[in-house]
């Protein structure tokens, strides 16, 4: 199964992008991984992404979404794109662990992209993510899934 991790991202958060690429390629060296920035890298860390030959990067990504710009968002409004993005590149894989920039991945007893996929055939849905809680404890339940979402890329 072919794999890939995918982040997106916006601002300065690329300056992450050693750290999340460095723990990737050290726990799951078969994923492929895959970079969304909103505008042109700086050149150091383009340079950076391109010395990993199973790292991708994309510029400009979903500068063409004119309303973005046009409401102010709270919080990380923008990184909820990385549900609804549509790249050619996508269907290249089997599927695609969306997640922070922010957030090193680590090994885990089970692998991953395995653990997901079960998760998604068990819900039969082409995608697995949780149901986020609500920090004040209410009994309102949530309807805020997490940032972290798997896919199943041709389903999804």
């Known amino acids: 199964m072919k794999n890939a991790f995918c982040t997106f991202i916006y601002g300065n958060y690329y300056r992450f992008i050693p750290y999340y690429l460095f723990s990737i390629n050290k726990n799951y060296p ?23 030959n199973n790292a991708f990067l994309f510029e400009n990504v979903a500068n063409n979404i004119v309303w973005l710009n046009a409401f102010r968002h709270k919080g990380a409004a923008k990184q909820t794109l990385r549900h609804i993005l549509k790249l050619d590149i996508f269907n290249d894989f089997d599927t695609i662990y969306f997640g922070d920039v922010d957030i090193i991945i680590l090994k885990e007893e089970y692998n991953l992209f395995d653990f997901h996929f079960k998760q998604a055939n068990k819900s039969q ?32």
Do not use: C, E, Q, W
């Open 125 to 156: 849905l082409p995608f697995s993510n949780r149901v986020r809680p609500l920090p004040d404890n209410s009994i309102k339940p949530s309807t805020r899934l997490t940032g972290l979402h798997f896919v199943v890329v041709k389903p999804y």
């Open 30 to 52: 078969d994923a492929s991984v895959l970079i969304l920035y909103n505008d042109r890298l700086p050149d150091k860390y383009k340079k950076l992404v391109n010395s990993y």
